[in-house]
């Protein structure tokens, strides 16, 4: 076996489904298998995707192990040569995979490969590359100077920013998003570090692979990621999983090195976590007042607002959209009842029809990566015929 597709589920079977499909249609013409774990989710997501993806391998733990065992569960029964961990929140374009394989045939020391990675606007994930997060990477991201020096090599090093977007280039952290592993550096390093529950344990098995004399590597191959829907942005445990892993990072590697300064690390990063929490819940209040009191429908029927969703899809889809839209309250077009270019800044989605019309998930990608740097906000979005399930970055319509 070349690959194996190692999927951690938790609570999203649509996701899932999107990015089975993806990862089916990219795998055409090559050897790969595929392996999912679902960690004890409650929305019967194995049920849901089994049917239409029988020859996937399925592994259903009875509770929640976190991202790092759950990983490691597959690995260990996988067989490729290559291992990518895939998150279920993504969906590839469909020459993704070769790309990768192809890679690692020609870099003999690579031993990691994360990809371009796409937000739902069409705009870069920054966290596709990623310098290590040491103390003064880590200060220079907090007090802002990666912001105010995107490009530069030392204050933008969080991101590596000054690595150009679409181009081959050494890394030290990849994304547990999509992070393509050789099996040989893997034996030699050891699996994903189960003290993390969930997070940091890409960035220290990054670290580990890089600290063996492996080479990491960001490749501009396209993939869609929602950023966080496979996770509970807004709960507590989310922040303090996501900080507390980075006080085990730190603790792990940098403690002895870095001793004069790991009370200001471990403050630094309780008051961080404090703060995000704090934010994250003002956030979902202000998401929960704008439902209740009919904002974002009064703001869609203002004269001159954009109109809410423009669809690309096949006649029966369509009047399946329309359905939807009417019984959500959101205001729909098509693309064929316009006659100029679709991808203009009237739009705030732009949904595509991903199964019986065909549409291909590179295609996609890439007119939502040539809106954006058009300077068009619309946002992609997808109808899946089959499931009847129209998704949107932060909802889902069946």
Not at 99 to 127: L, P, Q
Not at 151 to 173: N, S, V
Not at 363 to 373: C, F, G, I, Y
Request: with cysteine.
């Amino acid at each position: 076996m070349k690959l194996s597709v190692v999927i951690v589920n938790y609570n999203v079977k649509h996701f899932l489904w999107q990015c089975l499909d993806s990862v089916r249609r990219a795998s055409k013409g090559l050897n790969v298998e595929v392996w999912v774990v679902d960690n004890a989710s409650t929305d019967k997501s194995i049920d849901y995707v089994r049917v239409d993806f029988p020859d996937v391998h399925y592994i259903e733990n009875t509770e929640n192990v976190g991202f790092a065992r759950a990983n490691n569960q597959a690995i260990r029964q996988a067989t490729g040569d290559l291992v990518l961990l895939l998150n279920p929140d993504t969906f590839v374009a469909e020459d993704t995979l070769a790309h990768c394989i192809h890679f690692f045939e020609e870099h003999e020391r690579a031993g990691a490969v994360g990809i371009h990675m796409v937000n739902h606007d069409g705009s870069f994930a920054r966290e596709s590359r990623r310098g290590l997060p040491t103390p003064a990477t880590s200060f220079y991201k907090v007090v802002g100077l990666g912001r105010l020096f995107p490009t530069h090599r030392r204050f933008a090093k969080y991101y590596m920013g000054h690595l150009p977007e679409f181009a081959d280039g050494q890394i030290e952290a990849l994304s547990g998003a999509f992070m393509m592993l050789r099996r040989k550096a893997l034996e030699e390093v050891g699996l994903l570090d189960e003290t993390y529950f969930m997070y940091g344990e890409d960035i220290d098995l990054s670290y580990r692979i890089g600290r063996a004399g492996w080479e990491r590597w960001y490749t501009p191959k396209l993939m869609l990621h929602y950023k966080g829907e496979s996770t509970q942005q807004t709960s507590f445990r989310y922040v303090y999983n996501f900080y507390h892993a980075m006080l085990i990072f730190f603790r792990k590697h940098f403690a002895r090195r870095y001793w004069f300064a790991w009370l200001f690390v471990e403050m630094a990063v309780l008051a961080m976590g404090i703060l995000s929490m704090a934010r994250k819940w003002m956030e979902r209040g202000w998401r929960w007042l704008k439902k209740v009191t009919g904002i974002n429908r009064l703001q869609q029927m203002r004269p001159g607002s954009p109109e809410t969703l423009l669809f690309i899809g096949s006649n029966e889809a369509w009047e399946q959209v329309q359905a939807i839209c009417s019984r959500e309250g959101l205001a729909a077009t098509r693309a064929d009842d316009i006659p100029s270019d679709p991808m203009t800044p009237n739009y705030l989605y732009i949904v595509f029809e991903v199964t019986t019309y065909g549409h291909p998930y590179q295609n996609m990608l890439w007119q939502m990566v040539a809106a954006h740097r058009k300077g068009i906000r619309s946002h992609l979005g997808t109808y899946n015929q089959q499931t009847h399930t129209l998704i949107l970055p932060n909802d889902i319509y069946c």
